[in-house]
């Protein structure tokens, strides 16, 4: 559907995205998973054609996807990272100028406006001020400002930043709902429970580059280890800790735990065989997968909350 190929942005001298490709299938519910300067906003504003790429190009259904295209406008809904709606005019009113943008109007529209306040939870707040909406309402009158036109791709930057765990839910579910009737979206974040939770398929962004591309189980075996185990740095488990750089990477947490990520050759059988040996019971130890941040780590050398 979405085809990025050696898409590259610079601002002056810095180099924002580098050699980007990526295509999006019809239906997907894309991540683009990246930390503060990753090239997310740059990626998703060069899709929505509110800027131009200095070489590469960007197709949508083959057709190439240049700035101010009248096709990529009314196919795509750009959510901004940034809340652009006007504060002093209230919900009901904002969606209408929206509307009217994509050319909607009349009963279209006033059903529209219904069915989209409703969707969010909006309806009883539709007649106040938008500045007197908590930054959770604000955040959902946003997101259905870029659906009234029914695009076939939805654009996500960031949605959720500032937004309270129940609003985040609702979003996602909404967001999720969105999506099994058909609508394509690509959802930027740098929140890797987002990811995990809401998307089929993952980008992991880092200075402008993709690192790693694939489902979230296909992007974890791209790591050395299977599963790492956390047990307490204490006096009883000092001889087993002493024993397993050997076998493994050893790690110690702030909160006083040991980390520790066997060698591709390293059984866990054999690591609670060795446990044992020091008389350490089971319930010590805490087995876990591993997640898109160790993930990051491995791939980056960062953090994706540097
Ligand atoms: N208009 C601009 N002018 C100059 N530099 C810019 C501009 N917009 C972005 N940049 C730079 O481009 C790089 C990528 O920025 P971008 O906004 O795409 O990152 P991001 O992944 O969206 O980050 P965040 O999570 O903070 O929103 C950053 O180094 C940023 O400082
Ligand atoms: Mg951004």
Redesign the pocket.
Known sequence: MLSLASVTKR??S?T?LAGVSLNIERGEFFGLL??????????MSLIAGLRAPDTGTLTLDGQPLNAGSAVARLSLGLVP?HIALYSELNADENLRIFGSLYGLSGSDLRARIDAALEAVQLTDRRRDAVKTFSGGMQRRLNLVAALLHRPKLLLCD?PTVGVDPQSRNAIFEYLEQLNRDGLTIIY?T?YMEEATRLCSRIGIIDH?KLHALGTLDELLTKLPFEEEIRFPATPATAALAAQLPAHGELTTTTDGLHRFRPHPATKLSSFFSLAESHALPGRLFTSQRPTLEALFLHLTGRTLRE
Request: avoid cysteine.
């Open positions: 601002y002056g810095l924002a990246g930390p503060n300067g990753a090239g997310k906003s740059t990626t990272q960031e930027s740098h402008g």
